[in-house]
């Protein structure tokens, strides 16, 4: 079992940058993948970007590749997305999570989700 909680959303403007991190509790594999994603209003969820939890491979979601940056801190168990050069069409729910299935892009492949933290981006 993995307990996920979110934090860092908020408010900003256009071109601005927020840093969102998820702290994870509970027993995390080498082999997993944490993951974000984002839902917007009357949106289906997406992928925005993952990271193995061992190695250097790191997914992103086109729209966000250039401007987000996902890392992680195995000693703290946490992982950060970085978010620069926000845009308004970035404003969803964002929510971490951890898969257990090596498809980093695969919603279905994630066991645990966090409860979400919202991003808002203003023009």
């Known amino acids: 079992q993995v307990q996920l909680v979110e934090s860092g959303g908020g408010l900003v403007q256009a071109g601005g940058s927020l840093r969102l991190s998820c702290a994870a509790s509970?027993?995390?594999?080498?082999?997993?993948?944490m993951g974000w994603f984002r839902q917007a209003p009357g949106k289906e969820r997406e992928f925005v970007a993952a990271?193995?939890?061992?190695?250097?491979?790191?997914y992103y979601a086109d729209s966000v590749k250039g401007r987000f940056t996902i890392s992680r801190d195995n000693a703290k168990n946490t992982v950060s997305l970085q978010m620069n050069s926000l845009k308004p069409e970035d404003t969803a729910v964002y929510y971490c999570?951890?898969?257990?299935?090596?498809?980093?892009?695969?919603?279905?492949?994630?066991?645990?989700w966090g409860p979400g933290t919202q991003v808002t981006v203003s023009s």
């Open positions: 990271i193995r939890w061992s190695g250097d491979s790191t």
């Open positions: 999570a951890v898969a257990s299935r090596p498809r980093p892009k695969w919603s279905g492949a994630y066991d645990y």
């Open positions: 509970g027993r995390i594999f080498s082999s997993y993948v």
